[in-house]
């Protein structure tokens, strides 16, 4: 079965630059979301989409944006980096077909491993 | 918002049985899930709990009280294998939100 695709997998960056992290969720999910989980911390939320729509934000830096293309791949765009930044940063898909209770399944991807120096 | 308490980390032997509780304060609530994360690998969904009772799913059960605001993930017969991290998770139904607020993860060392 398809699952989620994230790319690069691993980015090593200087501080100041920029980075694009790309996310192709599993076919015909509905929502996408982007997590940041620092080293031995929890997967924290950062921002959502619904059918291509911003739906949510959550702890999202403003030097970070995103966006949902037309064909559903989504985009975290991180300017100014800092070191702090470092961290694995997860993109995840669901699909609500059985209602509000899907959304609690989510599937990830492996993961981009950004490393700021 | 919500907020989850889970121990930081548990260890049993093989072939034991581990109880991994977790409490939670949330403005709604849309059930309490349950996700496993391999060093350095992504989190993957276990299990999902909207009612009180016990949901088993081969050797992982998961159990919720909603009046306690309690829940705990049950594994049995431990593998080495199953040394990982474990996350109890909410959705906020306050804000419809359908982001996950995780736990801060037990991690589970499992030795022969």
């Known amino acids: 079965a398809a699952g989620v695709i994230q790319s690069p997998r691993h980015l090593i960056k200087e501080k100041r630059e920029t980075a694009t992290l790309k996310c192709y969720p599993i076919?015909?999910?509905?929502?996408v979301y982007w997590y940041q989980q620092g080293p031995g911390q929890d997967p924290q939320f950062l921002i959502s989409?619904?059918?291509?729509?911003?739906?949510d934000k959550g702890s999202i830096p403003d030097r970070f944006s995103a966006q949902q293309f037309s064909d559903y791949h989504s985009e975290l765009n991180m300017s100014s980096l800092e070191l702090g930044d470092s961290a694995l940063y997860f993109c995840?898909?669901?699909?609500?077909?059985?209602?509000?209770?899907?959304?609690?399944?989510?599937?990830f991807g492996p993961g981009t491993r950004l490393t700021v120096l | 918002g919500q907020s989850l308490e889970q121990p930081s980390e548990v260890t049993a032997v093989e072939g034991a049985i581990v109880q991994i509780n977790c409490t939670y304060q949330?403005?709604?609530?849309?059930?309490l899930s349950w996700y496993q994360q391999h060093d350095g690998g992504a989190p993957t969904f276990l299990s999902y709990?909207?009612?009180?009772g016990l949901e088993e799913t081969g050797r992982f059960s998961s159990f919720l009280s909603r009046s306690d605001s309690y829940g705990y993930l049950l594994l049995q017969e431990l593998q080495m294998k199953d040394s990982a991290s474990y996350f109890c998770?909410?959705?906020?139904?306050?804000?419809?939100?359908?982001?996950?607020?995780f736990g801060s993860g037990t991690r589970l060392q499992v030795q022969p």
């Open positions: 995840a898909s669901s699909l609500g077909d059985a209602g509000q209770a899907s959304y609690n399944e989510q599937f």
């Open positions: 076919p015909r999910h509905d929502t």
């Open positions: 989409f619904y059918e291509k729509m911003q739906s």
């Open positions: 949330t403005s709604g609530f849309y059930g």
């Open positions: 709990n909207a009612l009180d």
């Open positions: 998770a909410v959705r906020d139904r306050g804000t419809g939100r359908r982001a996950l607020t």
